[in-house]
């Protein structure tokens, strides 16, 4: 499995980015994609992430301010991120789970994120 993620850049405090991922490959069935970010020596946390029946979780950092969607017959996932902050300022993680426990969690190869004046 591949996950293809165009998008990311720079954006003003304030702005709005969106971000893409396309999974591509021997797909069987997913039973989620989300986001991940990770900064500069730190762990990789969640962003969002939304299952094939279309239930969010949210990272309180970012609830109110970033959306996601999933388009099940395409196997892509988008970000929409408004009001974005400096803080938000990092590398950005595609994630694809599976439905099948014995398959291993997928990744994109990340996109970077810059917010600032």
């Known amino acids: 499995v591949q996950l293809v993620e165009p998008g990311g850049g720079l954006v003003q405090p304030g702005g709005s980015l969106r971000l893409s991922c396309a999974a591509s490959?021997?797909?069987?069935?997913?039973?989620?994609m989300g986001w991940y970010r990770q900064g500069a020596g730190k762990q990789r946390e969640l962003v969002a992430q939304?299952?094939?029946?279309?239930?969010?979780n949210y990272a309180d950092s970012v609830k109110g301010r970033f959306t996601i969607s999933m388009d099940n017959a395409k196997n892509t996932v988008d970000l929409q991120m408004n009001s974005l902050k400096p803080e938000d300022t990092v590398v950005y993680y595609c994630?694809?789970?599976?439905?099948?426990?014995?398959?291993?969690?997928?990744w994109g190869q990340g996109t970077q994120v810059t917010v600032s004046s």
């Open positions: 994630q694809l789970i599976p439905i099948d426990p014995y398959e291993s969690t997928n």
């Open positions: 490959g021997s797909i069987r069935s997913i039973y989620a």
């Open positions: 939304i299952t094939r029946d279309g239930t969010t």
